[in-house]
C-alpha cells in the first residue's frame, strides 16, 4: 500500500473521530443541566411507565421512563435531601438516568424523598416545568434477583420457553434454563428454599425428553423422573411438597379471557430429600377433593395449601360440568419435621365465607401476613380478571383486599426476604400480557401503589409480546450453572421417586404432551 | 507477460459474459414471471418459511445471539423487499451472481476449468428453487458464506500450521455464530480438500473437520445452551426449518446448493492428479505431439456453447421443475391474504378442474362469499366439504390456523381467531401478516392497549410499518368509517356469555352458535347453508329457509332452489314455483335435468353424462345426484373430466 494511500486513510479515520468528538460535545454542550426560565404548569407530566408517587427499593435499578409531553428537548432533574442532583437531557422524551449517580442518590436517601423535575421545551423555545413526582426510598432493600419465566402467551402448542433471572439492581438478565436445550420443551414451577438460590426445582416438559423435574441444590442439578407441579419446599430444605395435577385447559367462545385451565383432579404428595422417597399423606391426598398450592409457614410448622370439592363425576369431559362453580378454601396441616408427623387439617378460610375462589397462598417470611388470590371461580387465577390479591394478617385472623388490584388478573405473588417487598403478576396492562410489579408492603399490611419492574430501555415494555410471569424474588443469582441445568434437562433421570398408588392418586386420563397452560 | 496479461482480460471478459447471458434472463423471469411478491404473502402460510426482521437493536442482538444468525437477520433483511417484486428478483439473482462467483473463485484457487455450466450449477439450483416457490436465500447466504471463509482462510499469508490452526479454530467459532453449522461444514470440507488435494498433508484435513465438530459440540454445551444434534443441524440441509414442506426435488436441489462446490473440487482435484500421472509417465515413453491449430470459427463456436449452457441448463431445469399447482396455490394464496376476491376467482375459474386443493377452495368460498355469490356459483368450482371450516387436519398447519383465523374474524368467532393467531404467533414468530390480525382481533374486543402492543412491533416491520401507523391513528383519532362499520359488524356478532366454552369441533355447532348470538350473521348463515349442501342434508337445509327473512336476498339464491326442488321431489310433494318463491328458470331447469338423467338409463349413457356436465355441472341437482362438481372449464367446449378434491 502506498504512503499516499494510508495517508489518505489516516485522514478520513481523524476526520470522523473529529466529527464524533464534535458531535458528543456539540449535544452534550447543548443540553442544559439547569432551566433557569420556566413557566409552571400545574399538573404531573404525562409519563411511561407510571413509577412515581409512591415507595421504591433502595437498590432498584434507575427508573428509566418515556415523557409523554409534546415538545423539542426534554430535561429532568432528579435531586433529594442529600447527595448530588442528577440531570437528564433529551431530544425524544426518553429518560436514561445513569446508574452510578442514581445507586448514590438512593443510597444517600433512604427512608427520604426524592423528587424529580420535569422541564419540556416548546414548540416556541420556552421551557415549561411541571409539578414535581416524587417518591419515597424504602429504608428496606428488595431481594437482589427476579427469577421468573418468559414467553408469548399461548394456548396448545409453543416454540420458546424461558426461565430468566434479572438482577433488579441493574438490568442484567440472563438464562436459567431455555426450551430449545431440550427440544423446545416447557418448563414450569420453578422454586426455591425461602428465597435462597442455592436450592431450586423445575418442572419440565418435552416430546423428546420426557416430564421430569430439575433439582439443583448448589452446583449439583439432578433429574428427578416425574414432572412436579406447584412445589413447596420446607424451610428446612429436608422435604418438598408439590402438587400432582390432571390439568385441561379449555377456550371460552367469548369473554375478554380465551383462555383457561381446570384441574380433573389433583394432590398433592411429599417428596423426602434425604430418603428420596415420594410419599402422599392422606390429609392432603383426599380422593373427593382438590388439593393444590402448597406453601409453608416460615417456621415450617404449617402447610397451607388449597383444597376444592370434586364436583363432576365424568373426569374426560373437559371442561367438566359446574366448573365454573368450583371454589377452593384455603387450609392448612400442621407438620413437626422432628418426627416427620402430619396433623389434622384444618380451614383457614372457606370458599363459602368469602364467596370466591382462594389460591395461591404465600406466607411473609416474618410469618406475619398471608398474601393470596381470590378469582370467581376454578384454580388457575391468571386466566380469570377477577382474580384480586388479598392479604390476611396471621396474628388476628382478619384479611382485607389490597389497594393495588386493577380491573384485570393479579396473581403470582412472590414475597421479599424481609417481608418488605412483594412481587406479583398483573395484566393491568390491557388484559392480555402479564408483567412484574413491584409493591411495598408497610409493617401495617398496607401494600403501596406497585411499580413495574424497570428496564434500560422505557419502551420496553410497549413493543412486548412476551409474558413475564411467576417471578420469585431470591437473594442472589441461581448457583447451578445454566450448562449444568440444560445438560441435565437432556440426561436420563437420577433420581427415582415414584409416588405410591393410593386412594388420592389423581385418576383422570394423562393428559396430552400438548397440554399447557401460563 | 503482455498477452499473458491479455489472455486473463478476455477470460474474464468471457466469464462475465457468461454470468450475464444467465443472470439477466434469470433476473426477468423471476421479475415477471415467478413474482416474488407471491413468496412474500406466502410467507409463514404455503411457504413454512417464516423470515422474520424487524428494526432495532433488540431484534438484531436476538439474531446474533443464535448460532448462525448473522444470516437469519441478513435474509430476514432481504426478504421484506419481496414485497416488491423487481426487488425480489434482484435480490435473488445478485444471491444467485454471489454464489456463482465464489464458485469460480474457488476454481480458480484449485486451477481448475472453469466451465461456465459448472460454475454456474449453484447459482441454477438457487433460481431453480425460487421458481418452484421456495425460499433458498438463507441457504445461499450460508453457503456463500462458508466458500467466502474458506477462501479468506487459504489466502492467508501464513503457512505453519502452529498459527493456521489456531487461526481456523478462531473462524470455526465466528464462523458457527455468523452462520450457523451449513456454513462452518462447506468451509470445513473445502479446508479439507485443499489441505489434502493441494498441500498434499493429510493431517490438517483430519484436524479441521474433528476440530470443527469438537468446537461445535462445545459451543453448543457451553455458549447456546443446545442439544449437540441440533447445533449439528444448524443452517444445513438436515434442518428441518430449511426443508420443511419441501418435495425431494427442492431438497435434492438444495442439496446440490451446499455439496457442490466439495463435491466437484474434491472431484475434479482427483482427476486432475491422475491424469497429470498419466501424463507424465506418457511423456516419458512418447515425444509431445504439436495440436493442430483450431480454426478460428471452432473456438468461437465452442466458446458460444459453453457461455449458452448454463442457460440451457436452467431453461431445462424450469421446465422440469415447473410446479403447477403449487403456482396455483402461491396465488390463490397470495390474493386471499390481500383480500382480492375478484381477482382470487378469475385465478379460480382457471384452475385445473379435475383436482382441487382444500387451502385452495377454503379461500374460494371465501372469495365467493365476499362478491356475494355463495349461493349462486359454488358448485362452478370444485368442492370439499373439508373445505368450509378447514376440517380435516387434526393439528392445523400454518396456513390453515392464518385462514381460519381470518375466517372466524370475519364470522364473528373471535376468541378462536385469537386462538389460532396466538398459536402461530407462538410458533412461528413474529410473522407481520400475524401481529395485524392480532391488532385487529384486540381492537374489536375492545383492548386498545393490547393492540398497541401488538401495532408497536408491526411499526418495526419495514413493510407493515405504515399500516401499523395506520391503525394507531385509528386508534386515536378513529377510524374510517368503512373500516368502523367493519368493526361493529363484527361486534355484533361475537359471543357475549363468558362462561361459554368455544364450540364443538363440527361446523354445524360453531355456525349454529354463532346464529344464535346473532340471527342476521350472514356469513354464518351462508356457510351454514352450504355446509348443509356439501353433506347434502337437505332437511336441514329447508329447515333453515326460514332464516331467509332475515336478511336481504333478492328472492332465493340458487342453490336453495334447487334443494327445495330436490327435496320436493323426492318427498313426493307436488311443486308450485310461485308459492314456494322458485324462479320459473330455475324449475324449468330441473325439469330438463329430470329428462336428461332419466335418459341416463338407456341409451349412450357416457354422452348424456357429458351432456349433463356441460348443461348442469354448476347445478347442485348435479352435485347432489352425483356427490361431485361437474364442471366445465369457462369457454371450454367440450365437457371436462369430473372434480374432486384431493
Known amino acids: ?518 | 507477460m503482455k498477452s499473458r496479461q491479455a489472455i486473463d482480460v478476455g477470460g474474464h471478459s468471457r466469464y462475465w459474459a457468461g454470468q450475464l447471458v444467465l443472470l439477466v434472463p434469470a433476473f426477468l423471469y423471476l421479475w415477471l414471471g415467478v413474482d416474488s411478491r407471491l413468496l412474500y404473502r406466502g410467507f409463514g402460510t404455503v411457504l413454512a418459511d417464516v423470515p422474520v426482521f424487524s428494526s432495532g437493536w433488540l431484534f438484531l442482538r436476538q439474531s446474533l445471539g443464535m448460532p448462525g444468525g448473522l444470516v437469519v437477520y441478513l435474509s430476514g433483511y432481504l426478504s421484506q423487499w419481496y414485497h416488491h417484486a423487481w426487488a425480489g428478483a434482484l435480490i435473488v439473482t445478485l444471491a444467485a451472481l454471489l454464489v456463482a462467483v465464489l464458485v469460480e473463485r474457488h476454481f480458480t484457487y484449485a486451477s481448475l476449468p472453469r466451465t461456465p455450466a459448472l460454475v454456474c450449477l449453484p447459482a441454477i439450483c438457487v433460481l431453480l428453487l425460487v421458481a418452484q416457490y421456495r425460499h433458498p436465500l438463507g441457504a445461499c447466504l450460508t453457503v456463500s458464506l462458508g466458500l467466502l471463509f474458506s477462501l479468506a482462510f487459504e489466502r492467508l499469508p501464513w503457512h505453519r500450521a502452529s498459527l493456521r490452526l489456531p487461526l481456523y479454530c478462531l473462524l470455526v467459532v465466528v464462523g458457527y455464530a455468523l452462520v450457523g453449522a451449513g456454513g462452518v461444514f462447506v468451509f470445513a470440507i473445502m479446508t479439507a480438500i485443499y489441505s489434502l488435494f493441494v498441500r498434499r498433508r493429510w493431517w490438517p484435513s483430519v484436524f479441521v473437520i474433528v476440530a470443527s465438530v469438537v468446537l461445535i459440540r462445545g459451543l453448543s454445551e457451553y455458549v447456546y445452551l443446545l442439544p449437540f444434534r441440533t447445533a449439528l443441524r444448524v443452517a444445513t440441509p438436515f434442518s428441518a426449518d430449511l426443508t420443511a414442506g419441501m418435495k425431494m426435488s427442492s431438497r435434492m436441489l438444495l442439496a446440490t446448493l451446499y455439496a457442490f462446490v466439495p463435491v466437484a473440487v474434491a472431484v475434479m482435484l482427483v482427476g486432475k492428479m491422475a491424469w497429470t500421472r498419466k501424463e507424465t509417465r506418457r511423456a516419458g515413453k512418447t515425444r509431445d505431439k504439436k495440436g493442430e491449430p483450431r480454426s478460428r470459427a471452432l473456438v468461437f463456436g465452442r466458446r458460444g456453447v459453453a457461455l449458452l449452457l448454463p442457460v440451457l441448463v436452467l431453461a431445462v431445469g424450469l421446465a422440469l421443475a415447473y410446479d403447477g399447482p403449487r403456482k396455483d396455490a402461491v396465488q390463490i394464496n397470495a390474493c386471499a391474504r390481500q383480500q382480492q376476491w375478484s381477482r382470487l376467482l378469475e385465478l379460480a375459474r382457471d384452475l385445473p378442474k379435475g383436482k382441487a386443493n382444500i387451502a385452495c377452495n377454503h379461500d374460494i368460498n371465501r372469495a365467493l362469499y365476499h362478491t356475494g355469490r355463495l349461493p349462486y356459483e359454488m358448485f362452478s368450482f370444485p368442492q370439499n366439504p373439508h373445505a368450509l371450516l378447514l376440517t380435516r387436519e387434526r393439528r392445523p398447519s400454518s396456513l390453515t390456523q392464518l385462514q381460519l383465523c381470518e375466517l372466524f374474524t370475519e364470522l364473528g368467532n373471535l376468541n378462536t381467531a385469537e386462538k389460532m393467531a396466538g398459536e402461530l404467533l407462538a410458533t412461528d414468530g413474529n410473522l407481520a401478516l400475524v401481529l395485524e390480525k392480532l391488532a385487529w382481533i384486540q381492537i374489536i374486543k375492545g383492548q386498545a392497549e393490547t393492540a398497541r402492543v401488538y401495532l408497536n412491533v408491526l411499526l418495526k416491520d419495514p413493510i407493515y410499518g405504515n399500516t401499523a401507523r395506520e391503525m394507531l391513528n385509528g386508534l386515536d383519532r378513529g377510524f374510517a368509517p368503512q373500516r368502523a362499520a367493519w368493526i361493529e359488524r363484527i361486534r355484533s356478532c361475537v359471543p357475549t356469555d363468558p362462561y361459554g366454552v368455544t364450540y364443538g369441533g363440527s361446523v354445524e355447532q360453531i355456525l349454529t352458535g354463532l346464529l344464535e348470538q346473532n340471527p342476521r350473521n350472514r356469513m354464518a348463515f351462508e356457510y351454514l347453508m352450504a355446509s348443509y349442501l356439501l353433506t347434502r342434508q337437505l332437511d336441514k337445509v329447508i329447515a333453515n329457509l326460514d332464516r331467509l327473512a332475515d336478511f336481504d336476498y333478492e328472492g332465493m339464491p340458487t342453490y336453495f332452489e334447487e334443494a327445495l326442488l330436490i327435496w320436493r321431489t323426492m318427498r313426493h310433494e307436488p311443486i308450485d314455483p310461485a308459492a314456494l318463491g322458485i324462479s320459473l328458470a330455475t324449475y324449468k331447469r330441473y325439469q330438463s335435468f329430470l329428462q336428461i338423467s332419466r335418459s341416463l338409463q338407456s341409451g349412450n349413457q357416457q354422452a348424456t353424462l357429458n351432456r349433463l356436465v356441460r348443461e348442469f355441472g354448476s347445478s347442485y341437482f348435479f352435485y347432489y345426484g352425483f356427490g361431485r362438481v361437474g364442471v366445465a372449464a369457462r369457454g371450454a367446449a367440450g365437457p371436462r373430466p369430473l372434480a374432486r378434491a384431493e
Open chain 1, 1 to 518: 500500500m502506498s504512503y499516499a494511500r494510508r495517508a489518505n486513510q489516516f485522514v478520513v479515520v481523524a476526520g470522523m473521530c473529529s466529527l464524533v468528538a464534535a458531535l458528543s460535545f456539540g449535544l452534550v454542550s447543548c443540553a442544559p443541566e439547569t432551566v433557569e426560565a420556566y413557566t409552571e404548569v400545574a399538573r404531573d407530566p404525562d409519563v411511561r411507565p407510571d413509577f412515581f408517587g409512591t415507595v421504591i427499593p433502595a437498590n432498584i435499578a434507575p427508573l428509566n421512563f418515556q415523557v409523554l409531553e409534546p415538545g423539542q428537548a426534554y430535561l429532568v432533574n432528579i435531586h433529594a435531601g442529600t447527595g448530588k442532583p442528577i440531570a437528564v437531557a433529551s431530544k425524544t422524551g426518553a429518560v436514561r438516568i445513569p446508574l452510578k449517580q442514581w445507586r448514590a442518590l438512593l443510597a444517600a436517601n433512604r427512608g427520604q424523598t426524592i423528587s424529580v423535575d420535569v422541564f419540556v421545551k416548546e414548540a416556541g423555545g420556552g421551557w415549561k416545568k411541571f409539578q414535581s413526582l416524587t417518591n419515597t426510598v424504602a429504608a428496606e432493600d428488595v431481594d437482589d434477583v427476579l427469577v421468573f419465566r418468559l414467553m408469548k402467551p399461548i394456548y396448545n402448542w409453543w416454540k420458546s420457553i424461558g426461565i430468566y433471572q434479572r438482577r433488579l439492581a441493574d438490568y442484567r438478565t440472563s438464562v436459567v434454563l431455555h426450551g430449545r436445550s431440550f427440544g423446545e420443551g416447557c418448563l414450569n414451577c420453578h422454586s426455591f428454599v425461602g428465597n435462597e438460590p442455592e436450592t431450586l426445582t423445575i418442572g419440565l416438559r418435552s416430546a423428546e425428553y420426557g416430564s421430569s423435574t430439575l433439582l439443583a441444590q448448589g452446583n449439583t442439578v439432578e433429574k428427578i423422573d416425574s414432572k412436579w407441579g406447584y412445589t413447596a419446599w420446607h424451610p428446612s430444605g429436608k422435604l418438598a411438597v408439590y402438587s400432582l395435577s390432571k390439568v385441561r385447559q379449555f377456550f371460552h367462545r367469548g369473554g375478554p379471557q380465551v383462555r383457561d385451565v381446570v384441574d380433573l383432579d389433583s394432590a398433592l404428595a411429599c417428596y423426602m430429600v434425604e430418603r428420596r422417597e415420594v410419599v402422599c399423606p392422606p390429609q392432603f391426598s383426599d380422593k373427593d377433593r382438590l388439593e393444590t398450592y402448597p406453601t409453608w409457614s416460615p417456621d415450617g410448622k404449617y402447610l397451607y395449601f388449597c383444597s376444592g370439592p370434586i364436583l363432576w363425576e365424568d373426569r374426560d369431559t373437559v371442561p367438566p360440568k359446574n366448573y365454573e362453580k368450583l371454589k377452593y378454601d384455603l387450609c392448612r396441616v400442621s407438620y413437626d419435621v422432628a418426627t416427620d408427623t402430619w396433623g389434622p387439617v384444618e380451614t383457614v378460610l372457606s370458599a363459602e365465607q368469602t364467596g370466591l375462589s382462594i389460591l395461591l397462598p404465600r406466607v411473609s417470611p416474618d410469618g406475619r401476613f398471608l398474601l393470596f388470590c381470590m378469582c370467581q371461580y376454578g384454580c388457575f387465577p391468571i386466566y380469570q380478571p377477577s382474580s384480586d390479591l388479598y392479604l390476611m394478617d396471621l396474628t388476628a385472623g382478619t384479611y382485607r383486599k389490597l389497594a393495588i388490584n386493577s380491573n384485570y388478573s393479579e396473581s403470582w405473588h412472590s414475597w421479599s426476604s424481609n417481608s418488605r417487598w412483594i412481587a406479583f403478576s398483573s395484566k393491568r396492562q390491557g388484559g392480555l400480557f402479564t408483567r412484574t410489579f413491584l409493591s411495598y408492603v408497610d409493617e401495617t399490611g398496607t401494600a403501596h401503589k406497585p411499580v413495574i419492574v424497570p428496564q434500560e430501555d422505557p419502551c420496553y415494555y410497549d413493543a412486548l409480546l412476551e409474558t413475564h410471569s411467576t417471578p420469585e424474588l431470591v437473594k442472589g443469582e441461581v448457583k447451578a450453572g445454566r450448562a449444568a441445568l440444560a445438560r441435565t434437562a437432556r440426561s436420563a433421570a437420577t433420581i427415582v421417586a415414584e409416588a405410591p398408588i393410593s386412594g388420592a392418586t389423581p385418576k383422570a386420563k394423562p393428559i396430552e404432551s400438548w397440554q399447557e397452560r401460563e
